[in-house]
């Protein structure tokens, strides 16, 4: 669909919503009701909102399903489960989700061309471009108050740079009050435990001392619970390829930019620099010494948390938030010196790292209502009421006196049993609404009465709920938790994160971004799995094909967008 079409349509969807509010306020009997809710001040969201599905002026809640497309791999909740019943009895919705099977680029193909889309699908850029949402910034003026005031100070960073309107509902980066530290989900060389302990609980810093530190556990022990050990992986599967891309700009001091490195302002490629290259050698290296798993390019996502949660894995680059559910089956395990310390690594110790960021606005992600959605405003209603804290506390911590306590100080705690159950895959199937939560606005930090939004993220809670195992880990280190191991990170830059501007289909930018890609998974295993002798040919011969590209018109497009957000987001 050409910008013109493009834009036409969705002037023309915009007349028809409007038609569409017009004529629902003249009807005496329709579904939505009047909503009655908190003022756009009142952050908490804690005045009652009429829940989606109930008629004005009616206790009365109408059952409706609304459709969902969820962009990446998972599973079913069970159908008595506790959350997303609550969510049936109390708003009326029930949920229809399809999960991502396969290739998500082919899925999203099909889905376009065939104009198929439920009724929220979560965020993408691909669907940006082919006109698959409606603007939501008028629904949200209209119907959604409390949610207009959680996006409040983030509203202009929301709105597409092309023509100025807010297609997805970021799920996370919008900040309130306290923002509590205790558990980190981002980037970082990965190493189990036990490693560190084998060894006297070294302080490693640098690549080399990593790979020296994985190769002595190794040696020492080469099978683990009966299975060979292997010393690292590498993901790269799919979109899921920042554990082959992304490790170069680390080690040399940066933040995760996505495939550029920023200085000053500007953004340039760092797949074809001389320090990426370094990186690379060091793997060359690593897979000579047998350290490398033999099947690490040849994995898939599930096969690749499979090796990790057989507790074999000694170490990877990974962001910790993909590889959750894999440390939850070491603990459920009891494997819990088999699950991972971060360790923000670089080329040299003049060098500070800086893996760990400040909070960003997630704008690549969340939910967006599609064109094809039958009742957008019951389903911006149904956002707006889970929304509000009482749903975000049971969203996020479950039922108050099955799934927390309160203590004598009005503290959001937990028992040993709950936590235990907490990190069962199984029970959370039943009991967690983990697949929607993932993806729906949410308020992060602390709610209005000061606990945090999340057990991880409350310090008591995070203290007591620490495994003996772990309190002597952190105790030997000297620190309070795992974030300790990684440098304070200083303000974000106003662009930050340059991962997030999109490239638009089609565009010299986006092809060129997309033939980078392909020239890295093609040439990078090639380079790793060769021989130490043979490896500058394979990196000379991958550099040429990068020098037949048009990096310039990527790196222009990422310029471009970190001016104009510099320019529109200090506002």
């Known amino acids: 669909m050409g910008g013109k079409t493009k834009r036409t349509f969705k002037v023309s969807l915009m007349l028809m919503l409007s038609l569409s509010f017009a004529l629902a306020g003249c009807g005496g009997n329709n579904n939505n009701g009047n909503s009655s809710s908190a003022g756009e001040g ?28 969820i962009g990446a791999a998972g599973q079913q909740p069970t159908p008595d489960n506790k959350i997303y019943k609550k969510i049936k009895e109390e708003t009326g919705a029930t949920f229809n989700m399809e999960f991502l099977a396969g290739d998500i680029n082919q899925k999203l193909g099909v889905m376009i061309a065939g104009q198929d889309y439920p009724d929220l699908i979560t965020g993408n850029a691909k669907l940006v471009t082919a006109g698959a949402y409606i603007p939501l910034e008028d629904l949200i003026e209209e119907h959604a108050p409390n949610l207009k005031a959680h996006y409040a100070d983030y509203w202009n960073m929301m709105k597409d740079p092309s023509d100025g309107h ?5 799920n996370y980066g919008v900040y309130n009050g306290k923002v509590n530290s205790s558990y980190y989900s981002g980037p970082a060389f990965w190493v189990q435990k036990a490693v560190l302990k084998e060894f006297g609980y070294p302080q490693i810093k640098t ?20 299975s060979p050990t292997i010393g690292f992986e590498i993901l790269n599967y799919d979109w899921k390829n920042w554990g082959l891309f992304n490790p170069p700009q680390h080690l040399i001091g940066h933040p995760n930019d996505g495939g550029v490195v920023v200085n000053d302002g500007v953004a340039e490629i760092f797949a074809d620099k001389d320090y990426a290259k370094k990186y690379y050698q060091k793997l060359n290296e690593v897979n000579e010494r047998g350290l490398l798993d033999k099947e690490t390019f040849v994995q898939n996502s599930d096969q690749y948390l499979a090796k990790l949660s057989s507790g074999t894995v000694l170490g990877m680059f990974d962001q910790h938030w993909n590889f959750g559910t894999a440390e939850d089956a070491l603990t459920t395990q009891g494997k819990i010196e088999r699950t991972y310390v971060g360790l923000p690594l670089v080329y040299d110790t003049a060098t500070k790292d800086y893996y760990r960021d400040r909070p960003v606005l997630n704008l690549n992600n969340g939910f967006g209502i599609s064109i094809n959605a039958k009742d957008p405003v019951k389903i911006i209603k149904l956002l707006e009421t889970l929304i509000s804290e009482d749903w975000q506390k049971t969203l996020a911590w479950g039922i108050e006196g099955e799934d927390y306590y309160l203590n004598e100080e009005g503290r959001f705690m937990r028992t040993q049993e709950q936590r235990d159950q907490a990190t069962d895959a199984t029970w959370q199937l039943a009991n967690k609404a983990k697949s929607m939560f993932e993806y729906l606005p949410k308020i992060e930090g602390s709610y209005s009465d000061g606990n945090a939004t999340g057990p991880a993220e409350q310090p008591e809670e995070y203290q007591a709920g620490l495994k003996p195992y772990d309190k002597e880990f952190l105790d030997a280190y000297g620190f309070q938790t795992y974030v300790d191991f990684f440098s304070e990170p200083p303000q974000n830059p106003v662009y930050y994160p340059a991962w997030s501007i999109d490239l638009i289909d089609g565009s010299d930018a986006k092809i060129a971004n997309t033939k980078l890609n392909e020239l890295s998974t093609k040439f990078l295993p090639q380079a790793i799995l060769a021989k130490p002798g043979d490896f500058d040919k394979v990196w000379n011969d991958y550099t040429s094909e990068i020098g037949k590209v048009n990096i310039k018109a990527y790196e222009d497009r990422i310029n471009e967008l970190i001016k104009w957000r510099i320019d529109n987001w200090s506002k």
Request: aromatic share 14%; charged share 30%; proline share 6%.
């Open 42 to 69: 009142d952050k908490s969201g804690n005045a009652a909102t009429q829940t989606a599905g109930s008629d004005a002026g009616s206790d009365k809640v109408k059952p409706f399903e609304v459709s969902v497309f």
């Open 166 to 170: 807010i297609y997805v509902l970021p």
């Open 207 to 226: 690549l080399d001392e990593y790979f020296d530190l994985i190769a002595k556990y190794k040696e020492k022990y080469p099978t683990i619970d009966g």
